[in-house]
């Protein structure tokens, strides 16, 4: 397969596998920690309006689903693209923007603004792509029977 399709089908399947992930917590994330009574967590006005209501195990799931989702997604595009390393940074660099979007339309406590957007992202794309690339093997071992 040509280098640049091959490269262009690693980034649309980052982030569509990761996006699905990302979602997929999120959607999860509220039959295991509840919201607290009257916040409407659908919808970004409840979100907004219920905000000062969270407590810090509110962000337990966002957060992992952050990091998980980007760190699926930067596994996937790392391991299909010629440049495993690079493409897996380009899905972190893109779920970031995405994350510094979210914060811009749903502020957040700061602690969690800072843990996500500096945890959940560029780091975790990193570790995928070093993962994607497998171990290193040497073969220069030298023989001490001389």
Known sequence: MHPIL???IAIISGV???SLVNMAIIMVSGSIITAPAGVD???E???KAG???LQPKHFIFPF???AIGTFVGAYIAARIATKKNIFAMIIGL???????SMVMMLPSPIWFTIIDLVGAYLPVAYFAGKIANGPKVT???KSDIA
């Open 51 to 53: 905000m000062p209501l």
């Open 94 to 100: 893109f779920f970031l923007a995405g994350g510094i």
């Open 139 to 141: 073969t220069d071992v």
């Open 64 to 66: 992992l689903a952050h």
């Open 6 to 8: 091959r490269n262009i």
């Open 41 to 43: 967590m659908t919808t």
């Open 45 to 47: 006005e409840g979100l």
């Open 16 to 18: 569509v596998i990761g």
